[in-house]
Every structure is written in C-alpha cells, then in structure tokens.
C-alpha cells in the first residue's frame, strides 16, 4: 500500500483488520476455529487470539458460521494503546530496533502529533529524519493505526 492509500482509509474494520495482520501480526484465519467455539461464546467467554493479547475475538454470526473480528483498533484508544506497545517492540528484517523514537504530542486543544524517527542502526535509517502525522483529538486511534502501518510498511 501507498501512504495516499493508508491515510485515505476510514476508520472502520477493514483498517483495524489490517493492523491486526500488518502490525500485531495476527493470522486471523478463518481455518482455525477452536472446536469449543460455540459453547465458549454462548457461555459468554469470548475466543481471543494473538498471544495472549486481545488482539482479535471468534463470534458467531449468522447461521452459526464462526468469523475472527479484529478489535477496534481505530476507534478505541484503548486497543489503540496495543498498537503503540507494539511499535515501541518493532524490530528490522536483521532484529535491530525499529524505532529510536516514538513522541506523541498534544497541543492541548484539538491536535495531535504523532512522531517517529528510525534507529540509526536499523536497516531503515534515513539519517533520523523526523516523520510525522498529525490528526485531531477525535481520531486519535484512528492516527495510531495509520502511523504503525505507515511505519511498518515503509
């Protein structure tokens, strides 16, 4: 994906699905169903998946066929917050750190920023340029996912 393709996502599913399976590395295959699904789900014990982090949730739907939801990563900051655990643990294709930085800003009205810089020993050292993305205070979540993926799809 282009970085005019992830910036012009919506907030909804489908950008919590692709952080799912981009960022929080999560297969969210279909094909694996746990076989106590249903009774676990109709007991009210929801089925997580993602190494012990609610990363996404098995649900019934219908005509009883199982499906893998992400959490709502660009709507709830509290998912949201995953995301930028994840980013601070990211390492390069050579298992460097990622990032040497990761800021997130607030100017105490309406507006934040979101900056990162690359590790000067990570395969990705663009000589520790300044990236940034800002966004309103309500799409906060939503400005999470899109620098993660932004970051991880570089």
Known sequence: MTKEEILAMEA???????VAVEVMNELMSDLFIPEDALELQLAGSPIKSGGGNWVCLCKYEEGDIPKWH?????TDISAAWQV???LRSMEDGEGKS???????????????????????????????KDHRL?????????????????????
């Open 84 to 86: 930028v655990e994840k």
């Open 98 to 128: 990622l990032l040497c930085c990761l800021n997130i800003y607030s100017d105490h009205d309406e507006c934040w920023d979101i900056r990162w810089c690359y590790s000067e020993l990570s395969n990705r050292n663009d000589g520790h």
């Open 134 to 154: 800002p966004l309103s205070w309500f799409s906060f979540p939503e400005a999470i996912c899109k620098a993660a993926l932004l970051i991880k799809l570089a």
């Open 70 to 74: 992400p959490l709502p990563f660009s």
């Open 12 to 18: 909804n599913e489908e950008l919590d699905k692709l």
